[in-house]
């Protein structure tokens, strides 16, 4: 059993940054895909970026790229979506994602979910 737990989330300013964090626990955290996704109030929870188990495969959603970014350090069992550019449309709880099927564009892909992190922008 794997635990996810986000942090990083805030206020900030449109076109500014943020990094959030992915911290896992309960399972080895190299055998896992990992995924970022977002929930907009009244939206469906929707995929943003996908990174494979060494980290040399990502998968972004066209509404993110070149803006956002995903990585891992697979030795502090931590994934990091850096989010650059922000818009308020951008605003959204974000999660962290585990999945061992190599495939990340859908939330059936997934085994294991964090709780999520709010991501406000607003001026």
């Known amino acids: 059993q794997v635990q996810l737990v986000e942090s990083g989330g805030g206020l900030v300013q449109p076109g500014g940054s943020l990094r959030l964090s992915c911290a896992a626990s309960?399972?080895?955290?190299?055998?896992?895909?990992m995924g970022w996704f977002r929930q907009a109030p009244g939206k469906e929870r929707e995929f943003v970026l996908g990174?494979?188990?060494?980290?040399?495969?990502?998968y972004y959603a066209d509404s993110v790229k070149g803006r956002f970014t995903i990585s891992r350090d697979n030795a502090k069992n931590t994934v990091y979506l850096q989010m650059n550019s922000l818009k308020p449309e951008d605003t959204a709880v974000y999660y962290c994602a585990a999945t061992r099927t190599g495939r990340y564009q859908s939330l059936i892909d997934y085994d294991y979910w964090g709780q999520g992190t709010q991501v406000t922008v607003s001026s």
């Open positions: 309960g399972g080895t955290f190299s055998n896992y895909g």
């Open positions: 990174i494979n188990w060494s980290g040399r495969s990502t």
